[in-house]
């Protein structure tokens, strides 16, 4: 304890510096193609006003993914201590708090026209999610009851998920996205099922194809929409072609992050 502080260095705080560096470094890179791209496509962007802009906000949409890890991962050696020693019951009640605040309030907000007043911010947001794969991923492996339970919540979010944006788009006569919310109760209920129906099917198994693929999985990610830029310059995917359309595209991001990873450019494009 006499150590002085400055050469104090936590578990948790390396863990964190490890984690931020494996995602800052492929965002760094890849916002800038992504930038070049947009200038390429239209050279009257503002380009330097737009890099300014990624310290805070994606240039590509589906970058925003990163960016909420950055801000997941600076919480977690705060609440990360917290939700480890929490106990059973103390987990089910934020998880609880949680689907009302990021999915009830919101709903009824929505219905009834209104702001609410009640203050849940603190625990609304995608930590939820953090919170509740924890708490999917330490119970023990699903049996047929979990199995059962899982394909009846991923029923129930898709559902509600066609149904309620048919319902409400054809009563407002434009497209009624609500309801793709990441943090809609039906995306919560999906997730959820979705998460333990794959501990069935793939815990404790060897598949060589799917590890495969789930270790290219976050570079795939990350150069799928440059593919689809380049692909979207030549073909236009309607009615079913749009499933070959997608086969397509996974198959070339997943070969050019493979041969990205050959090159030794892995670490920076492709981690």
């Not at 496509?41 to 950055?70: E, T, V």
């Not at 801000?71 to 609440?79: I, S």
């Amino acid at each position: 304890w006499r150590q002085p502080i400055g050469q104090i260095r936590p578990a948790c705080f390396l863990q964190l510096k490890s984690r931020l560096i494996r995602l800052m470094l492929p965002l760094g890179a890849w916002s800038l193609i992504y930038l070049a791209i947009r200038a390429s496509i239209n050279p009257d962007i503002n380009w330097i006003r737009m890099a300014l802009g990624a310290f805070i906000a994606p240039l590509s949409y589906h970058l925003w993914f990163l960016y909420a890890l950055i801000g997941l991962y600076l919480c977690l050696p705060l609440v990360g201590p917290a939700i480890r020693s929490a106990s059973p019951r103390q987990l089910y009640y934020g998880l609880g708090l949680w689907v009302i605040a990021s999915g009830v309030i919101p709903a009824l907000e929505l219905v009834a026209g209104l702001k609410s007043p009640i203050e849940l911010s603190t625990v609304a947001g995608f930590m939820g999610y953090m919170v509740l794969g924890h708490v999917l991923a330490k119970i023990p492996r699903p049996d047929q009851k979990f199995t059962l339970a899982a394909v009846l919540l991923i029923i129930v979010g898709y559902a509600a998920t066609v149904f309620g944006t048919a319902f409400i788009t054809v009563q407002q006569g434009i497209f009624f996205e609500w309801f793709y919310g990441y943090l809609s109760p039906n995306v919560m209920l999906f997730s959820a099922g979705a998460f333990v129906l794959l501990r069935v099917a793939f815990e404790g198994r060897k598949h060589i194809l799917i590890s495969k693929f789930s270790d290219l999985s976050f570079g795939i990610y990350l150069c799928h929409v440059a593919v689809l830029m380049v692909a979207e310059t030549t073909l236009e995917a309607r009615g079913w072609w749009i499933i070959p359309y997608a086969v397509m595209t996974f198959m070339i991001s997943a070969t050019g992050v493979f041969f990205l990873r050959r090159i030794g450019a892995g670490r920076l494009l492709a981690p």
